[in-house]
Every structure is written in structure tokens, then in C-alpha cells.
């Protein structure tokens, strides 16, 4: 065994984030029509993202600056003037529903937890955003049986790569930098950081110039599958 740990991130590499998002926003979308609102999709989609844009400005490194629900309070606030709060809860449970009815594990994940589990290696998903909304996501893949620890950002007060979004489960689990291994998609979040505290990194579904990469931004690994996660670390 290679290591006796594995930290992994959550969106993007357990799941494509890409095509819940774009249902999430669809139902969102359709909600706020609903609501009285007359909107088409693209000024709907301009109205999202300028008010996405006020959040991350403002709350930039925090957990909160992914919280979409703040988007869309937000948003109904430079539409029209107020916050509107029973509307901007509708589109934050809308597009939620609707992003996590749309999950889907990626290949092989499953059967690359549960090898790990049963071959006596700690998982822990380490990932930036609001606790509330990771849970519903872990909860919704299933894969709960497999995870020792799961840690967000809301709990550190920092966002990866913030080395307390790594030191947090090593101390949590008992475990050494130089025994665990960081698998994520973000160059910047999960090899940077991971790289910073001497953690191994593995990077997967990054971008496709990885080879490339140089210094703290190199990953120690890159990976093109969960089945080959299990051959790096058993």
C-alpha cells in the first residue's frame, strides 16, 4: 500500500458539475417566469451572473461566495429593488433540486472508494462550499459508506488552497502529509494546496495543458480514471 489516506474533492471529480449547473440554472430559469417575472433566458442568464459576480467580489475566498442562494437574492435586488425574499428561497431550492436530481458519479468511482474502504484506506472529501449543500450532494451519490470525513470550507473559514482545508482532515483522521494523497480537478484549489503541505497530488479531469504545468502547480500524478486511482494507491 502506497498510502493510507486519500483526500478527494467533490465537484468535478466525483461528478460533472458542468451539466448540473446548466439544470440547475434551467429550473431556476422556469421558476422565476413562474414568479411573474418577464425574463427572457439570456436576460435571466446576464441577471444570474451579475449577480454571482457582486457575490464572489464581495465574499471572495469564503464558503458563502458559491451560495446560490445569494446569487439569486441578489439578483432580485438589482431587478427590481428589493430583496424579495420568498422568491430568491424558490430559486435557491429550485436549482438545487434540480442540480442534484441530475447527478451522476463519474466512471468508476464507486468501485475506487470501495476498494480503498475495504483495503483499510481513510477517504476524506475535502471541498469548498456550504456544508448544507455538500451533504445533499454525498447523500445523493451514494457513496456515504465509503467516506470517512467529509470537510467544506464553511468549517475552516477558508477555501482550498488554504492549508487548513488540509492540515484539518490529516489532524482529524490521524494522519501524515507524507502518507495521503490529494486527487482533484483544480490546479490552483487542490495542487497548489496539496502541493504547499506536502501532500501527493493526483490530478484528474483537469486541463488538458497539465503535462505543462511547473512548480507548486505541477500534480505528482495525473489520472484519467478512478480505476487508476486504486493502481496508484494499493
Known amino acids: 500500500m502506497t498510502f493510507d489516506a486519500v483526500f478527494v474533492d467533490l465537484d468535478d471529480t466525483l461528478y460533472p458539475y458542468a451539466p448540473c449547473n ?65 422568491h430568491a428561497l424558490e430559486l435557491g431550492e429550485a436549482y438545487w433540486e434540480a442540480y ?62 488554504s492549508s487548513a482545508m488540509f492540515t484539518l482532515p490529516l489532524a482529524r483522521l490521524d494522519r501524515r502529509a507524507s502518507e495521503t494523497l490529494m486527487v482533484g480537478d483544480s490546479v490552483e484549489s487542490d495542487v497548489v494546496g496539496g502541493n504547499a503541505v506536502g501532500l501527493t497530488t493526483a490530478l484528474f479531469n483537469g486541463p488538458d495543458d497539465a503535462d505543462d504545468l511547473t ?3 505541477r500534480p505528482d500524478h495525473i489520472i484519467q480514471g478512478f480505476g487508476e486511482l486504486t493502481e496508484l494507491v494499493l
Open 22 to 86: 446548466a439544470a440547475g440554472k434551467e429550473a431556476a430559469f422556469e421558476t422565476i417566469r413562474d414568479q411573474g417575472y418577464d425574463l427572457t433566458r439570456d436576460e435571466f442568464e446576464s441577471l444570474y451572473q451579475e449577480g454571482r459576480s457582486e457575490v464572489k467580489r464581495e465574499l471572495a475566498g469564503t464558503a458563502s461566495a458559491h451560495e446560490r442562494f445569494l446569487y439569486f437574492k441578489r439578483a432580485i435586488d438589482i431587478h427590481a429593488g428589493t430583496h424579495r425574499s420568498k
Open 100 to 161: 442534484v436530481d441530475e447527478m451522476t458519479l463519474f466512471d468508476g468511482v464507486v468501485d475506487a472508494l470501495a476498494a480503498l474502504s475495504d483495503a483499510g484506506v481513510d477517504v476524506a472529501v475535502v471541498s469548498n462550499l456550504t456544508t448544507r449543500i455538500q451533504l445533499k450532494k454525498l447523500h445523493r451519490l451514494g457513496i456515504e459508506a465509503h467516506v470517512d470525513l467529509l470537510l467544506t470550507s464553511e468549517e475552516t473559514g477558508r477555501e482550498k488552497p
Open 215 to 217: 512548480g507548486r502547480e
